[in-house]
């Protein structure tokens, strides 16, 4: 694993906020602190040590700068890299392409048996996601239960890691934003534990609090537990 860099984060841009000199030479990942998406091409990012080479450029979600739309990714979502004078987006395939161009730690095993179930994973991890916001903002009577029952029979394949492919990968990340964010969001609301009667989950989400890459990307879980509310429900 990489060295942790203890780095100081750039403040969050704002309309009035003068946007970065574009196609400079400088790499930039346009992100969001509160954003899941954002936050697995962070994790990737700082898992292989590149703080120096990919400079954090964060934007204010709720009130997004003008330019950002017009000058840098007209899909006006984060997160998006610029890297080689092109624009690039997608978080899945931030982290893949992050994986492959840059240099530090391999975010996929060599196994062949691993890669072909990191793709099952990564292409579940849309219905994961959706399954989880829908039982919050469209059925709160649906149960969400099955999706975390994949994920705990999903971290059973292999028994040569607390992860999903036994070491930390890119599935990791896709999962560790939304799971940050669902647990307590499933306590609150529904006074579901997500862990109860999950013993590979629960286990997962102590060693994944354990990665010093995804510790620095984690923010106040009593605000992502507030914004998610007020983005699902209206409060």
């Known amino acids: 694993m990489a060295p942790a860099a203890q780095e100081v984060l750039p403040p969050t841009l704002a309309p009035t906020s003068e946007p970065p000199t574009l196609f400079d030479g400088t790499t930039r990942l346009y992100t969001a602190y509160v954003c899941p998406y954002a936050q697995r091409v962070w994790i990737a990012r700082n898992f292989k040590g590149l703080q120096d080479k990919i400079k954090l450029v964060p934007v204010d979600l709720d009130n997004r700068p003008t330019w950002y739309k017009e000058k840098v990714y007209p899909q006006n979502k984060v997160p998006s890299l610029e890297h080689n004078n092109e624009i690039r987006g997608e978080s899945l395939d931030l982290v893949k392409y992050i994986d492959s161009h840059f240099e530090g730690p391999a975010l996929l095993p060599d196994d062949p048996a ?41 971290l059973s394949k292999f028994d040569d890691g607390p992860f999903f492919l036994g070491q930390f990968s890119e599935v990791d990340i896709a999962y560790a934003p939304f799971i940050e964010r669902f647990e307590p969001l499933l306590l609150d609301l529904k006074n579901y534990d997500i862990t109860t009667g999950r013993p590979k989950l629960a286990a997962w989400i102590e ?22 509310k007020r983005k699902l429900l209206g409060k």
């Not at 099952?120 to 991890?125: G, K, M, Q």
């Not at 709160?140 to 999706?147: C, I, M, Y």
């Not at 060693?207 to 998610?228: F, G, S």
């Open 207 to 228: 060693e994944v609090n354990k990665i010093e890459a995804y510790k620095q990307t984690k923010v106040d879980p009593q605000m992502l537990l507030a914004r998610l």
């Open 114 to 154: 691993k890669k072909k179930f990191a793709e099952e994973l990564l292409s579940y991890s849309d219905t994961f996601v959706g399954t989880v916001y829908g039982s919050v903002k469209a059925n709160p009577n649906a149960d969400v239960g099955a999706v975390f029952d994949y994920v705990e029979t999903a």
